[in-house]
């Protein structure tokens, strides 16, 4: 049995997981948003950005394959663009999109959501609208034969089976009581996040249902306000479904769990800067899955489950996991510093994060070799000048390209601690470039800060800055302090001791 989620990640192995459910195509255009319609009272989007993912039960399958899990998904698509590149999206992530049943009578579902930076240096991301394209209507005979001749098939090759319900026409009665019962007759854990409705009675017999806060309160009639209602509301749901488990996701407030066997969890989550919320539900469901299909108990399983729905509040959109970054960030749990020093491949994703919540970023840069008064200096004025603190380090071999053999005396490793422990930095990345420019352009700062002994003419990334809005801000100039005049001081002072 695992003893930390650490352990649990190790041992999870590659469970095979089906996903049956509405399977979508989800779109983000992001842009700048810096001026009114002339003509409507409207703002106009810019845009910069368009991404696309995998929604709904594709979303989930996506997550389960971050985890290294063998997913395989199973819905109902249309003839169309949109379901080629969600089979792409899918087959990319990778796993087998051969389960995507296509149909001419309903388009693929989309949901395209249009984000406007409220200010023009790229600050506070806002939701302007979100355009929605479905048909909702019971599937055809035919649609739904073929839809239950795939998830059948999907049940016999796979360890767990989830069952993702959005009340988009793809389940009814039949179909989910078919599953439900033939994954019991296999031996294979079926696990539902449910349609929001009154009536749970189509989930009868499921190993575990996970309903969130709000769609907990309209199957059971309960208001959910304290511990001892969350724990009322899952045993009632255990008691009257026939489970083995029933989890009420709380959002923000973490989750509350029953089992058939007497075990009654409440698990608390630790206070998070929320980026977006979109996806957490989703993670919730591959975690649990995956644990579960990998061995775990209930108990581990919901603690993962509640890790990692924290870990994605902070991605924007919803935005699948790999097991690495999941096991840095357990591991950096242990060790806050380490959390401070971010991946150049992710820092892009955690500024979409920061600006989701409308924190300004302010970047500065150097080698940071032997830290002195200067360099403190430096990241104290810094960090007066925004919301969040990124400092760029130089890799030892671009300090080396600009400072010489020799130098840095002190590792990146080294390096990068020493000034993620400084409480004036929330972030450090290394970077390999001998310029800082392309950093400086995928950050996109509302800040840039440099040390006195420069002019702002001078100013690397100046001109990109401003562009957009951004400005560039001297810190005063420590006088007297240099890396360079402290390496000479203690040379010589070495030499006049021999």
């Known amino acids: 049995m695992p003893h930390s989620l650490q352990d649990l990640m190790?041992?999870?192995?590659?469970?095979?997981?089906?996903?049956?459910?509405?399977?979508?195509?989800?779109?983000?255009?992001r842009g700048d948003v810096s001026r009114i319609s002339p003509e409507g009272p409207i703002p106009v989007l810019r845009v910069e950005k368009r991404e696309q993912r995998p929604g709904g039960a594709g979303s989930v399958a996506a997550m389960l394959a971050g985890f290294g899990a063998d997913a395989l998904p199973v819905g109902l698509v249309g003839e169309d663009a949109a379901a080629e590149t969600l089979r792409r999206l899918l087959e990319a992530a990778p796993m087998d999109a051969s389960g995507l049943v296509s149909t001419e009578l309903r388009p693929t579902i989309t949901k395209a959501r249009y984000l406007g930076y409220v200010q023009s240096a790229g600050r506070a991301v806002q939701q302007i609208v979100r355009v929605d394209e479905e048909l909702t209507h019971p599937l055809s005979?035919?649609?739904?034969?073929?839809?239950?001749?795939?998830?059948?098939?999907?049940?016999?090759?796979?360890?767990?089976?989830?069952?993702?319900?959005?009340?988009?026409?793809?389940?009814d009665d039949e179909l989910v009581g078919r599953l439900i019962e033939r994954g019991a007759r296999l031996g294979k854990p079926v696990v539902v996040d449910p349609e929001r409705r009154e009536s749970y009675a189509r989930y009868r017999g499921a190993t575990c249902l996970l309903p969130n806060r709000y769609e907990a309160q309209i199957a059971t009639g309960l208001t959910l306000r304290s511990d001892k209602d969350y724990a009322r509301a899952a045993r009632q749901l255990l008691d009257d479904?026939?489970?083995d488990c029933a989890l009420v996701k709380l959002d923000r407030d973490g989750m509350?769990?029953?089992?058939?066997?007497g075990e009654e969890k409440r698990i608390t989550t630790q206070t998070l800067e929320v980026a977006d919320v979109t996806g957490a539900g989703d993670m919730v469901t591959a975690a649990f899955a995956v644990a579960l299909?990998?061995?775990?108990?209930?108990?581990?399983?919901a603690k993962l489950a509640n890790f990692c729905a924290g870990l994605e509040v902070n991605q924007s959109g919803a935005t699948p996991l790999s097991r690495a970054q999941i096991m840095e960030a357990l591991d950096q749990a242990e060790d806050p510093v380490s959390r401070k020093i971010v991946p150049r491949d992710q820092i892009e994703q955690l500024v979409d994060g920061l600006r989701a919540r409308g924190s300004a970023i302010a970047f500065t840069n150097g080698c940071f070799d032997l830290l002195h008064l200067g360099h403190v200096q430096l990241i104290q004025h810094a960090s007066r000048q925004a919301d969040v603190l990124i400092v760029g380090l130089n890799s030892d071999s671009s300090a080396r390209e600009l400072k010489g053999a020799g130098r840095p005396v002190n590792s990146e490793q080294v390096r990068s601690r020493i000034l993620a422990s400084l409480a004036d930095v929330d972030y450090v990345v290394i970077f390999e470039e001998k310029s800082v420019l392309p950093l400086i352009r995928q950050l996109r700062?509302?800040?840039?800060v440099k040390g006195g002994d420069y002019?702002?003419?001078?100013?690397?990334?100046?001109?990109?800055?401003?562009?957009?809005?951004g400005q560039v801000k001297?810190?005063?100039?420590?006088?007297?302090?240099?890396?360079?005049?402290?390496?000479?001081?203690?040379?010589?002072?070495?030499?006049?001791k021999n």
């Open 10 to 29: 190790d041992a999870l192995g590659r469970p095979r997981i089906a996903v049956v459910g509405d399977m979508m195509l989800d779109t983000y255009v």
């Open 141 to 171: 005979v035919e649609e739904a034969d073929a839809v239950a001749a795939a998830a059948e098939s999907a049940l016999e090759r796979c360890d767990l089976l989830i069952i993702q319900d959005m009340g988009k026409g793809i389940f």
């Open 241 to 243: 479904l026939e489970l």
């Open 256 to 261: 509350c769990y029953a089992t058939r066997a």
């Open 293 to 301: 299909a990998g061995g775990a108990g209930y108990h581990a399983a």
């Open 445 to 448: 700062p509302d800040v840039l």
């Open 455 to 469: 002019d702002e003419a001078g100013v690397v990334g100046r001109e990109f800055v401003e562009s957009y809005g």
């Open 474 to 496: 001297l810190a005063p100039l420590a006088e007297g302090f240099s890396t360079t005049e402290l390496i000479g001081r203690i040379g010589r002072n070495h030499e006049g």
